[in-house]
Structure formats: C-alpha cells, structure tokens
C-alpha cells in the first residue's frame, strides 16, 4: 500500500519523521482521516490524540492543539507540543491535573478558568494516551 | 626591608589575579559549551517556524477576505515593548545595549507612562525599568539557560492575549540577534499586529483547502505563530546572551593575562634591585674594611 509522509514539528524540534499508511485525528469539526493522494488542506487540531496507521502498527501521539498541513503526499502537525505513550510524564501529567482541577473549584475570573480548562484537557488527554 | 614589603605585594597580587584569571577562564569556557547548545536549540526551532510561516503567509496572501484583529493595524492609544535580557550580569554589553535602545525609543515616543508597557525577561531588564519607575505589565526571571517552549508558553500567550483583549494596540520586540559567536545585534521588531504576511509568501506556496474555514484557522493559527515568533526571539537572545559572556569572559582572560605579566615584569624589577642593593652593601662593607 502506498504510504504518506508524516512529519510533526514543535518549537522543541521535530518528534518524527516517517512513512504511515493513515493518519487519522481530531479536528476541531470532527474526526479526519486522511490517506494518501488527499487535497491539500489545514484544520486546527483538538487537543487529542493523533493515529498513525502503518501495516498492522498504529502509532499514537498526543498533541495539545496546534494544526495539520496536509499535501497529497504530506502531512505535516504543527502542535506547540507533542509526545508518544513513552515519553509521557505520567507524574507530571498527573500534578497538572490535580493543579487543574483545584483552580477549577476556586472561582476565579474567566480567563484563568479558560485556562485551567485547558490545562485539564491537556493532562487528561496525556494520562489517556499513556495509559 | 622596603623593597621585600613590595615584594610580597607584588606576589600577591599576582597570586590574586591568576585566581581571578583560572574563574574568568572556566566561565569562558562554560560560556562557550552554553553557546552551542543554545545555538543548536535554535536550529532545532527552524522546521517548525519556516512551516508555521509558509502557512500563515499563504492564507494572509490567497484571500484578501480573512480578516483577523491580528493583521489589522489600528489607532495605537497604548504599545508594548517585550524586552530580552538576561539574569546575570558578566555579559559585557549583551543588556546595555538593549536597553538603552529600548530607553531612548521610549523617551523619544513617549511623554507618560500610560502610553506604553513593557514586558521583560530577565531580572537585569526588570531591574532597570522598575528603578525608573517604567511600567512592567509581566515579567518572567530566572529564565532557564536552555529554555524550551513550556519556559515561555505562558508569558507568550497573556502578551498575546493582551493585543487580543486591545490592552495594547502594537507589540514591539528587542533583542540580541545572533549573528555570530563574536557578533550579536541589537534588534527590534514589530510583532504585531502581524502586517507583512503577505511579502512573506513566496510564489511556490500552494493553496490548501480551509477546514472548517479560513477564519476559524486564523484564529488559531496567529496566534500561535505569534508566540513563536516570541519564543524564536528567546532562543536567539539566548544564544546571544552566551555568546556575549564569553567574548566578555575570554577579554577578562586577556586582561589577566596582560596584567600577570606587567606584575612579573615589575616583581622580576624588584627582585633585581634588590638583590644589586645587597651587593652594594657588601661591596660597601668590605671596602670599609679595608
């Protein structure tokens, strides 16, 4: 089967370079898969998880947002981060999410709610992946 | 007996200043190990800001219809000036310079303190401002000496947040730019709001497909791109900031070195003039006898 480049940058570097059958994600309209020979297109991302589809393997990569380029035979995921299972702090994730939660609980005003929130999904979406 | 005095003086200022030298050398050095690292941070950055650029340039310049509050330029009532410095000092001018670029643009736009903001990294930066009494809205010390994104993320997106929410109307950045190990420029550039997108866009940028449309991916496109183009500048300040420190090291070194030497020379002087007194007073005390 003929397979697409998928390469995902962070300001941190590149996280991976390689050949996938598939990739499929979250946007923020929906899922999307996206195979080979697909229209060029950009869709922000969700904070989630990406899935890259190669023969029997699927690669996971949990990304916080950021957006995907795609190109016939291209892909590209600009995500200010992005980590595979293996390299999840699981603890850290953990501390961010306890952090979160409390915030969440004290009434603040609304920019520091919109905030935690978004922190909490980053920590939940990294303890799913990892787990 | 006043010549041993001198002597001993001598000594220990040589013996001082090869200490100072041995500390002036390893900062040097350490400095110099900083500066590679940063400098390779800094390469490691490029991939994705050429690729956040290309795709940002490609939507501003394909359809004059996408509007976002970050490509309109507007009446400025208030402007904020993000500022790079470092923690330490020992940089030679890495912070003067910048400051005082900041400082003169600043008296030269401004009559009070309403009209603008400052946004500093490093203690050194926040320091000056705050002993002016300057306006510092955020500040970030104790910056890392490798810093990754996380390190910036958070005073990134308020800075940005704060042009959205119109608390200042233009951002404007300085910086040392790294040019090279021994030449670093002093550099100020507008943020935002984002007006050369389009001289950005090169002719072989291919039009894409907007999912669900071009607005919503502006909305979370700039301002990501503005907080990389703050995070860009972090690395290059650091990059800078190490490079600074160990010119400004490796000079200390020189001068130690030239000073070691003049006090040899002037010790070797002493001991000499010494030693021709003693004679002459042998000299002295045998013809005496005589």
Redesign the interface.
Known sequence: MSTLTV?V??????VLEDGFEMVSCK???GE?GILPGH??????LTISSVRLKLESDTRQLAVS???L?V?PDKV?I?A??AEDPASIDVQRAEEAKQRAEQRLQAKQDD?DFRRAELALKRAMNRLDIAR | MKSLASLRDIQKRIDSTSKTKQITKAMEMVSASKMSKAEENAKRFVPYSEKIQEVVASIASSNMDAVHPMLEKRDVKKTGYFVITSDRGLAGAYNSGVLKKLYETIQSRHQSTDEYTIIVVGRVGYEFFRKRGMPVAKSILGMSDQPNFNDIKDLASETVQMFVDEEIDELTIYYNHYKSAISQIVTSKQLLPLTDMEEKATASTSQYEYEPNQEQILKVLLPQYAESLIYGALLDGKASEHAARMTAMRNATDNANELIDDLTLSYNRARQAAITQEITEIIGGVAALE
């Open positions: 390469s940058v962070t300001p941190d570097g590149p946007a923020e309209n999307l229209i060029p297109m950009v869709a922000p947002g950021g957006f380029e190109r590209t600009l200010q981060a920019i």
